[in-house]
């Protein structure tokens, strides 16, 4: 199942980490990978800057193997795949996600929509599915009344770019690009949903990770930022997540991968996976090749949760064949 951007090594280098992890996760994991990624991919993808329609996302709080997947078809044509791809592996389109096609009726796409996947590492526990998809009209009349039936604020300050659910879920995720952020603009983002005191936690575990770029004065990292809320209709429940490029704030592939891993001293099987699969990585570059975005997310009370999403890379000669389940290597 070779694609233009994913080795088929880096592929079975991630089945094989997995497999000594939970093999019923790898079972389900290359089930859906081989239907997804079914077809050679037409082009340099939008998924991630390497361009590979598969990446990985490690959430310990969540203890959950997370993946995303782009499909080969065109970018107008990928909602309507992604139809028949859910059919393929037993999941109905339906709930919000359903309605997504209206959002993006009669626009140019760039990227079109995204397949991700949440696959619990026990045997017996379901598969949960989540669409992205681009919004190329933030102010198009469907667009806008998704946002007021879960009243998203309409932001002069940021571009609604991407919007996402589970099929079958009323829960929305609404993501956007802002021209720039600092703390006191935070502030004013988080506000909306009562989320305001949630500040200097969210800002904390971020800063955690810094160590490259400056800081502005009120003493954010200099950075590229997005962020989304994700509620349920009427905005109840809602979750806030700051996104930043990993390599703004910490640089290398070996940094950043020490700092996560020193984020979460006892380890579970997302930890213990991700362990694993980057043990060549402080043997690659002193850049990050493989590492892309750093999320911190809060709601009204829990303690903020850290996600790291990353390309799979490849084995390197030398490394053995049974990965460790040791995460401080």
Request: proline share 10%; charged share 15%; net charge neutral.
């Given at each position: 199942?070779?694609?233009?951007?994913?080795?088929?090594s880096?592929l079975?280098?991630?089945e094989?980490v997995?497999s000594h992890?939970?093999?019923?996760?790898t079972?389900e994991?290359?089930?859906?990978?081989?239907?997804?990624?079914?077809?050679?991919?037409?082009s340099h993808g939008?998924l991630?800057?390497?361009g590979?329609p598969?990446?990985?996302?490690?959430?310990?709080?969540t203890?959950?193997?997370?993946?995303?997947?782009?499909?080969?078809?065109?970018?107008a044509?990928?909602?309507?795949?992604l139809?028949s791809?859910?059919?393929?592996?037993d999941?109905?389109?339906?709930?919000?996600?359903a309605?997504?096609?209206?959002?993006?009726?009669?626009a140019?796409?760039?990227?079109?929509?995204?397949?991700?996947?949440r696959?619990?590492f026990q045997?017996q526990?379901?598969?949960?599915?989540k669409?992205?998809?681009e919004?190329?009209?933030?102010?198009?009349?469907?667009?806008?009344?998704l946002?007021d039936q879960?009243?998203?604020p309409h932001?002069?300050?940021?571009?609604?770019?991407m919007i996402?659910a589970?099929?079958?879920?009323p829960?929305?995720?609404?993501?956007?690009?802002?021209?720039?952020?600092t703390a006191?603009?935070?502030?004013?983002?988080?506000?909306?949903?009562?989320l305001?005191h949630?500040l200097?936690?969210?800002?904390?575990?971020?800063?955690?990770?810094s160590?490259?770029?400056?800081?502005?004065?009120?003493g954010?990292?200099?950075?590229?930022?997005?962020?989304?809320?994700?509620?349920?209709p009427?905005?109840?429940q809602?979750?806030?997540?700051?996104f930043?490029?990993?390599?703004?704030?910490?640089?290398?592939d070996?940094?950043?991968?020490?700092?996560f891993l020193?984020a979460h001293p006892?380890?579970?099987e997302?930890?213990?996976f991700?362990?694993?699969?980057t043990q060549?990585?402080?043997?690659?570059?002193?850049?990050?090749?493989?590492?892309?975005?750093?999320t911190?997310?809060?709601?009204?009370e829990?303690p903020?949760?850290?996600?790291?999403?990353?390309?799979?890379p490849?084995?390197l000669?030398?490394?053995?064949?049974c990965p460790?389940?040791?995460?401080s290597?």
């Amino acid at each position: 199942m070779p694609t233009a951007n994913l080795s088929l090594s880096a592929l079975a280098h991630a089945e094989r980490v997995l497999s000594h992890v939970s093999l019923s996760a790898t079972e389900e994991f290359t089930r859906i990978t081989r239907i997804v990624l079914a077809y050679h991919a037409p082009s340099h993808g939008l998924l991630n800057r390497n361009g590979d329609p598969l990446e990985f996302a490690v959430n310990p709080a969540t203890n959950d193997l997370r993946f995303t997947m782009e499909l080969a078809a065109q970018p107008a044509a990928r909602l309507q795949g992604l139809s028949s791809v859910l059919a393929a592996l037993d999941t109905p389109f339906q709930g919000i996600a359903a309605s997504f096609s209206t959002l993006q009726t009669g626009a140019a796409l760039r990227w079109g929509a995204w397949l991700g996947a949440r696959l619990p590492f026990q045997a017996q526990s379901p598969v949960r599915f989540k669409i992205y998809a681009e919004t190329p009209s933030p102010s198009s009349p469907p667009t806008v009344a998704l946002l007021d039936q879960y009243q998203v604020p309409h932001l002069a300050t940021a571009s609604l770019v991407m919007i996402a659910a589970s099929p079958a879920s009323p829960r929305c995720e609404f993501y956007f690009e802002p021209g720039s952020l600092t703390a006191r603009s935070l502030v004013l983002l988080l506000a909306p949903f009562g989320l305001a005191h949630r500040l200097d936690d969210l800002t904390d575990a971020l800063c955690r990770f810094s160590f490259r770029r400056g800081y502005h004065p009120d003493g954010l990292p200099k950075a590229t930022y997005g962020f989304s809320y994700s509620v349920l209709p009427g905005g109840a429940q809602p979750v806030f997540s700051l996104f930043v490029h990993a390599a703004q704030l910490a640089g290398a592939d070996l940094y950043l991968r020490r700092k996560f891993l020193a984020a979460h001293p006892h380890p579970n099987e997302a930890i213990t996976f991700y362990a694993n699969l980057t043990q060549s990585l402080p043997d690659l570059s002193e850049r990050a090749l493989f590492h892309n975005m750093l999320t911190v997310s809060i709601d009204g009370e829990a303690p903020p949760t850290l996600q790291l999403s990353l390309c799979p890379p490849p084995a390197l000669k030398g490394l053995p064949e049974c990965p460790s389940h040791n995460p401080s290597l």
